[in-house]
């Protein structure tokens, strides 16, 4: 369907997805992570719900797939990773070679992120043990809440826990693109949705059902605020794990005869799915045992564990909901990486194991920062915020939307029509859509967030 821009630099089939569903599987488990089970069932809550969700839907369908096809469209023209990629096409374009910053940015955010993202999944791995014996059982609230609090108030502990989460990150991603990624993406993502239809059908039992659905599904917009809308749009982007270098460093392995238009709304679809089966998996729950379904981040470690003590067979159910946890939080963290390690190996021209060796430790040392916030380091703060606040605001305020905007600028008025229609399948209405889309609505939404963010506009 389409050639790559430079055919002499295109991937060996060894550095290729096996099939258009291991990419599918690879990418969805980029996108289905921490955001999908533990955000946004609590934004949504927090929210009010309904029209959050619907606004949420939105959001996704208008701007997620244009920038996800935006970004997997840069990496599988440009072969290689995402600083390369970028450099690769700007010269194609006859562009300015510092778009290449752009990929820059993008491996360094999703080498940000990952430094934090390790710590929460590290919360999602102990929770899984502390589950299965039956810790929970008989626990009054205030006791399940003491326990989280002083979960975090142990350093030692969560270094442990998230070093885990790293090593075991490490030991799939340093095994290459088919031997690591694909095999993992291939087991752990079918594994994940049974996990997640197995845990509604349980949360079904508990006959709050009807209410977790009206919850979810009848908008109220009257508890639809201005900054509510923003949220439903920031997270967008980020559960489809846009702007970070993910999706075009993975984008890359895709082989040229796969639809980029098909594949990235099945992913979408695939995530979408994922974060709605969260809510309707834990909101039966949370009603059932009258808790509060806006218990914002404590409400899966929290809120969730004053019910599995409670519910009967409670504690298998929940051993189940941590383990699925996880395995959505490793499958992101591998794409958080994977940029920085093809970065390391074709640029640095090191081999697997030691960028990965090289890029953990980094990554090690930046995680202790977001450790030390819950603890000793609570008030090492910078304008109120912890160390942890900071990187999320950072990171998921400025450099994700930052990156999504450059990638969508870059594809919409940088690159030659010709050559994204190449990429996308020829030109057609669908093309023509996707065209005016990233080139108007993409770019004026993210501006006005940024205008938001700064104050200069109030919505
Ligand atoms: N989408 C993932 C989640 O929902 C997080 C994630 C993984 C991500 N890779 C990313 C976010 C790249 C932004 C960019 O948890």
């Not at 295109?10 to 290729?16: G, L």
């Not at 510092?98 to 940000?112: D, E, M, P, Q, S």
């Not at 990952?114 to 205030?142: D, E, K, M, R």
């Not at 509510?228 to 794990?241: W, Y």
Request: glycine residues 12%.
């Amino acid at each position: 369907m389409s050639n790559s821009a430079n055919a002499s630099t295109s991937r060996a089939p060894a550095q290729q997805w096996s099939t258009r569903i291991s990419f599918i599987l690879a990418a969805a488990g980029a996108a289905v992570g921490l955001g999908n089970i533990w955000k946004f069932p609590y934004v949504a809550g927090e929210n009010g719900g309904g029209a959050f969700v619907l606004v949420y839907l939105f959001c996704i369908a208008l701007l997620g797939v244009p920038m996800l096809m935006a970004e997997v469209l840069i990496g599988r023209r440009g072969q290689q990773n995402p600083v390369n990629s970028m450099a690769s096409l700007a010269r194609e374009a006859g562009a300015k070679p510092a778009w290449k910053n752009v990929g820059r940015l993008g491996v360094v955010t999703g080498f940000l992120l990952l430094s934090f993202y390790v710590v929460v999944a590290g919360w999602a791995l102990a929770y899984i043990p502390i589950t299965a014996t039956g810790t929970f059982v008989g626990l009054q609230p205030q006791e399940v809440g003491q326990m989280f609090d002083g979960h975090l108030q142990q350093p030692l502990p969560l270094i442990g826990w998230s070093t885990l989460v790293l090593l075991l990150t490490l030991g799939i991603v340093g095994r290459g693109v088919r031997k690591g990624l694909e095999k993992a993406a291939n087991l752990l993502m079918p594994l994940l949705f049974v996990f997640l239809l197995i845990l509604v059908g349980y949360a079904s039992t508990t006959g709050h059902f009807g209410e977790a659905v009206e919850f979810m599904f009848k908008p109220d917009f009257d508890k639809l605020t201005a900054s509510g809308v923003l949220i439903a749009l920031g997270h967008a982007f980020f559960t489809l794990s846009i702007g970070g270098g993910a999706m075009m460093i993975y984008g890359s392995y895709l082989s040229p005869q796969v639809s980029i238009a098909r594949t990235s709304i099945l992913v979408a679809i695939l995530d979408t799915a994922a974060a709605l089966l969260a809510g309707l998996a834990i909101f039966p729950i949370v009603f059932a045992y009258g808790l509060e379904p806006g218990g914002g981040p404590g409400l899966i470690f929290v809120t969730l564990p004053i019910a599995f003590g409670q519910m009967p067979l409670g504690t298998l159910f929940g051993t189940l909901f941590f383990l699925m946890l996880s395995v959505a939080a490793l499958t992101s963290a591998f794409s958080l990486i994977e940029p920085a390690i093809a970065w390391l190996t074709e640029k640095r021209l090191m081999s697997r194991f030691k960028a990965s060796v090289l890029g953990g430790s980094g990554i090690w040392l930046l995680s202790l920062g977001t450790v030390f916030s819950f603890n000793i380091g609570a008030d090492w703060t910078l304008a109120g915020k912890t160390f942890f606040e900071s990187l999320d605001y950072l990171i998921s305020g400025w450099m994700l939307p930052l990156g999504g905007l450059l990638m969508a600028l870059f594809t919409a008025w940088v690159m030659k029509p010709e050559a994204t229609a190449e990429e996308l399948g020829g030109d057609s209405a669908a093309y023509r859509l996707w065209l005016v889309l990233i080139r108007f609505l993409v770019p004026v939404v993210i501006m006005v967030i940024f205008l938001q963010a700064i104050g200069v506009i109030t919505l």
